[in-house]
T-cell receptor
Framework: NAGVTQTPKFRVLKTGQSMTLLCAQDMNHEYMYWYRQDPGMGLRLIHYSVGEGTTAKGEVPDGYNVSRLKKQNFLLGLESAAPSQTSVYFC?????????????FGPGTRLTVT | RKEVEQDPGPFNVPEGATVAFNCTYSNSASQSFFWYRQDCRKEPKLLMSVYSSGNEDGRFTAQLNRASQYISLLIRDSKLSDSATYLCVVGRSSGSARQLTFGSGTQLTVLP
């Protein structure tokens, strides 16, 4: 049981390049989330998904797109990277449940845009 | 104003000390409350949920005051392994999703 995994762990991009971050979970969770973490800012929600084929915007969605074609995978895309997108990106997943909010996080992807 | 506010610290305490962290939240619709722990360059992990009646897990005690919108975490008999950043987290329903809002964290270093 690997939990939540993220690919890649590190990446350096030039301004204007594109890339896709992959998140995979083997816990059969309905909900999946993408966050970014910047110094002094805490984790901020980019996009989330409540099930296969559905996505929604979070607090800071601009410049990112997502897709959830399979229940176990949640992809985060940067179409044209900007230096402001330099950050640590965390994926998380959680059960569907009326009172269950616990989220399980992947190890993170450290992205630098130059 | 941030939705979840924490003292960023850092808190530097000797082994065996008792240390308390505080947190306030602004959204009265918040329904669930947590402390997460994040080690340096690692992912956040759930430390404990926080209930209105207060709850304890070993050396850790969490309190919630809904009227004041205030959450606290007390660590007794600090260990070197407690060194980490502690994130105050509140949860609420948004549409069909369960969303968490994270504070920016309080950094703790336990010194030998």
């Amino acid at each position: 049981n690997a939990g939540v995994t993220q690919t890649p762990k590190f990446r350096v991009l030039k301004t204007g390049q594109s890339m896709t971050l992959l998140c995979a979970q083997d816990m059969n969770h309905e909900y999946m989330y993408w966050y970014r973490q910047d110094p002094g800012m805490g984790l901020r929600l980019i996009h989330y998904s409540v099930g296969e084929g559905t996505t929604a915007k979070g607090e800071v969605p601009d410049g990112y797109n997502v897709s959830r074609l399979k229940k176990q995978n949640f992809l985060l895309g940067l179409e044209s990277a900007a230096p402001s997108q330099t950050s640590v990106y965390f994926c998380a997943s959680s059960y569907w449940g009326q009172s269950n909010y616990e989220q399980y996080f992947g190890p993170g992807t450290r992205l630098t845009v130059t | 104003r941030k939705e979840v506010e924490q003292d960023p610290g850092p808190f530097n305490v000797p082994e065996g000390a008792t240390v308390a962290f505080n947190c306030t939240y602004s959204n009265s619709a918040s329904q669930s409350f947590f402390w997460y722990r994040q080690d340096c360059r690692k992912e956040p992990k759930l430390l404990m949920s926080v209930y209105s009646s207060g709850n304890e897990d070993g050396r850790f005690t969490a309190q919630l005051n809904r009227a004041s919108q205030y959450i606290s975490l007390l660590i007794r008999d600090s260990k070197l392994s407690d060194s980490a950043t502690y994130l105050c987290v509140v949860g609420r329903s948004s549409g069909s999703a369960r969303q968490l809002t994270f504070g920016s964290g309080t950094q703790l270093t336990v010194l030998p």
